[in-house]
């Protein structure tokens, strides 16, 4: 039951994320004081979507800027802006965000990402907890 919590939790801060980011992006148009119409047969450059990948951890008042894609078990560290695209397993941080290290071996990395673990059952995620929560990386491998 805690991990049906967990997971629960990582998808409406996800959401919540999301939500912010949308609301971020909208905030920037005018509204008022004779510019409503400033944009009528007009449109706003489009940089593209913001995609997030699985197992991902996005600290606290990050910035991910439009068109960028955070890899598979990135880690975003606290008031980062992210402003290029970010590889699996890694770890950034800063405005602009860079990388400060990999998070596992270029081997690891390949091996987690052909594992594909949040495609698992629960049934399979929960016999395997203690190996994904722990550094036994190994024996899902």
Known sequence: MQLFYACLNNLLNNLLLQLRLQLHILSHDIFENGWENA???KTYPKKGDINIGNDVWIGYNATIMAGVTIGDGAI???NSTVVKDVLPYSIVGGNPAISIKKRFSDDT???LLELKWWNWTI???TKNVHNLTGNKIDKLI
């Open 39 to 41: 944009m009528d047969g």
């Open 76 to 78: 975003i560290a606290t």
């Open 109 to 111: 990395i390949e091996k």
């Open 123 to 125: 049934e399979k995620i």
